[in-house]
């Protein structure tokens, strides 16, 4: 259980990288921040599953991933469209 705390702890740090990136940069890299934030807060959610012992927190992973698909193209679209 310690180790899986230890590795959520870890990866927080690097959350930060691409919501800093996602609030301070162009259209284009935002997109791709967000893409990379929510990789790592996937992860982050199955790694605290592990830890909590608790199954609907890998639910909660997979509905943000599969939603993350349809924001992504939907921002694409605007962006696209928009811009």
Avoid: H, K
């Avoid at 929510?38 to 199954?55: E, K, N, Y």
């Avoid at 639910?59 to 698909?69: D, E, F, I, P, Q």
């Amino acid at each position: 259980m310690i180790a899986w705390s230890v590795a959520v702890w870890a990866l927080l740090p690097a959350l930060a990288v691409p919501v800093l990136a996602a609030l301070r940069r162009e259209v284009a890299t935002r997109l791709i921040a967000v893409q990379l934030a929510t990789a790592l807060g996937t992860t982050m959610l199955v790694l605290m599953s592990f830890a909590f012992d608790q199954s609907s927190y890998v639910s909660l992973a997979l509905t943000l991933a599969v939603l993350n698909v349809a924001g992504s193209l939907v921002m694409a679209a605007f962006v696209e469209r928009w811009l």
